[in-house]
């Protein structure tokens, strides 16, 4: 079946550490994105990409970093440098498909919940 | 800026129907998606609209008025299972990526 898979489903972070999310998708899908989501709001662009090795910060990037090397895979960074980084954190890819009829929707992972020690 | 803006919660009636609206402010405009999504869960896809008027899927039905920013969510014959918080996002930069409003949680009672 194809998916999006996301690791680890629940993440601690210490103060001073960077900790990497992995997404994997086998959807042969060209787009990919990173949210985050805070308690009773909606989902926050972090960063997304539109091809392999091409990335673009959303509203929210600083203290995050992303690479995508392969098409399956977009991980994202959670640095030292994110003070508040306790959310639910969501990955999705989207085949773009004709960018004037663009009716392909995102496709999610399960999310993967990061707290602070 | 890119605005979306939906109720915070709603309460309805196993077996009614409920409207949830969604109005919208956003530049690039490629479309209306509604996504649900249970608590702790990845949302997952309901509908789409890009052009005005009505998309009828099953129980769930999305409307669309491009002039007026606006777009609502029908949930028909209303189940326990329907209690989720629902989603609207508009499609933006001509499809390049995605502005979410808030979310609405429903609860359905029995």
């Known amino acids: 079946d194809g998916g999006i898979t996301q690791s680890p489903k629940y993440l601690f972070r210490k103060e001073g550490q960077n900790v990497t999310l992995s997404c994997e998708q086998n959807?042969?899908?060209?787009?990919m994105y990173w949210y985050r989501q805070d308690p009773g709001q909606g989902l926050r662009l972090i960063y997304y990409?539109?091809?392999?090795?091409?990335?673009q910060k959303g509203d929210i990037a600083e203290g995050y970093s992303v690479s995508r090397e392969k098409k399956e895979s977009f991980p994202l960074t959670v640095t030292s440098a994110q003070k508040n980084p306790t959310a639910f954190y969501l990955c999705?890819?989207?085949?773009?498909?004709?960018?004037?009829?663009?009716?392909?929707?995102?496709?999610f992972g399960d999310g993967t919940r990061l707290s602070i020690l | 800026g890119q605005n979306i803006d939906q109720p915070t919660e709603m309460t309805a009636t196993e077996g009614a129907i409920v409207q949830i609206n969604c109005t919208y402010q956003?530049?690039?405009?490629?479309?209306l998606f509604w996504y649900q999504q249970h608590a702790g869960e990845a949302p997952t896809f309901l509908s789409y609209?890009?052009?005005?008027g009505l998309e009828e899927k099953g129980r769930f039905s999305s409307f669309l008025s491009r002039s007026k920013g606006y777009s609502y969510l029908l949930l028909k014959e209303l189940q326990m299972k329907d209690s989720a918080s629902y989603l609207c996002?508009?499609?933006?930069?001509?499809?390049?990526?995605?502005?979410f409003g808030p979310g609405t949680r429903l609860s359905v009672l029995p």
């Open positions: 990409s539109q091809i392999v090795n091409d990335f």
């Open positions: 956003t530049s690039g405009f490629n479309g």
């Open positions: 996002a508009a499609g933006i930069n001509y499809g390049q990526n995605f502005v």
């Open positions: 999705a890819s989207r085949d773009p498909g004709q960018a004037a009829l663009s009716n392909q929707p995102q496709h």
């Open positions: 609209n890009v052009l005005d």
């Open positions: 959807l042969n899908h060209d787009a």
